[in-house]
């Protein structure tokens, strides 16, 4: 929070340790009140990193984590090998800040990203990122629900990403304190926490092309289940799990036959 008020390095508190003036000095115990009340660091700071990029937050969308790094890293280690790889036509459902919509743009030259949103302040936010990182031309924004737009398909995309909710209804009570105060609706993935993965693999196919890749983010012990999911479709050539910092399966792709 020093460093976020003064401008400065971590470092510079100790090699230099600051005087804060009055009105510094009542921003911080103000930034201090938020902390205690349980309000997200990254809320009150107003940003994060997220791959190296700087984005903007507010309460409007969900803090991105490092887990979701690697659902991007996945995707780039998945399609830079090809040659064409400078051109793929990306959907990012769900894209809450643009975390995700603005490092695979900046990451993947030439290639553009349609994003889906259904909260009009998150996209707001994300086209805020977009701009801010110089990438707004390459990025398509949509308002709309996961569920509506996969009513219909159109297999023109070559990726589709996504980090949806995937929250048991009933545990969400029992999230730490900080992480009740981000958007319900990026946390509930419904009675069992698999309410938007059938709806992603069981229609995501209709919009990816032949040969194209279903990407996402899971949540603890939720492997088995969306293997299953994904059993019942005959679409599907190929499904991998990846584990995450602590060895948990936390990414799975699918590839379209």
């Not at 304190?177 to 926490?193: F, S």
């Not at 990816?208 to 019942?232: H, S």
């Amino acid at each position: 929070m020093l460093t976020n008020l003064l401008g400065c390095q971590r470092i510079d508190l100790y090699a230099d340790p600051p005087v804060l003036s009055e009105e510094q000095s009542d921003r911080y115990r103000g930034m201090r009140r938020r902390l205690d009340n349980g309000e997200p660091l990254q809320y009150i700071l107003g940003g994060c990193e997220f791959m190296g990029i700087p984005l903007k937050l507010n309460p409007s969308v969900l803090i991105p984590r490092p887990e979701t790094e690697l659902l991007v890293e996945r995707v780039l280690e998945t399609i830079r090998p090809v040659s064409r790889y400078d051109g793929w036509n990306i959907l990012d459902l769900g894209t809450g800040s643009g975390n995700i919509a603005v490092a695979l743009a900046k990451f993947l030259p030439g290639s553009h990203v349609t994003t889906v949103e259904i909260s009009e302040k998150a996209i707001a936010l994300a086209q805020i990122n977009a701009r801010d990182n110089g990438v707004e031309e390459k990025i398509t924004f949509i308002r709309a629900g996961m569920r509506d737009l996969l009513n219909t398909g159109s297999e023109c995309f070559d990726v589709i990403v996504s980090n949806p909710p995937y929250i048991r209804t009933r545990d969400l009570v029992r999230l730490p304190r900080d992480v009740q105060q981000e958007p319900r609706t990026a946390l509930d993935g419904g009675e069992d926490g698999l309410d938007f993965y059938r709806v992603l693999i069981g229609r995501g196919h209709q919009y990816l092309k032949p040969g194209g890749f279903l990407f996402m983010e899971i949540g603890d012990g939720q492997a088995r289940d969306i293997e299953n999911i994904a059993d019942e479709q005959s679409c599907y050539d190929e499904i991998c799990f990846y584990p995450d910092y602590t060895q948990t399966e936390r990414i799975v792709s699918l590839q379209r036959k």
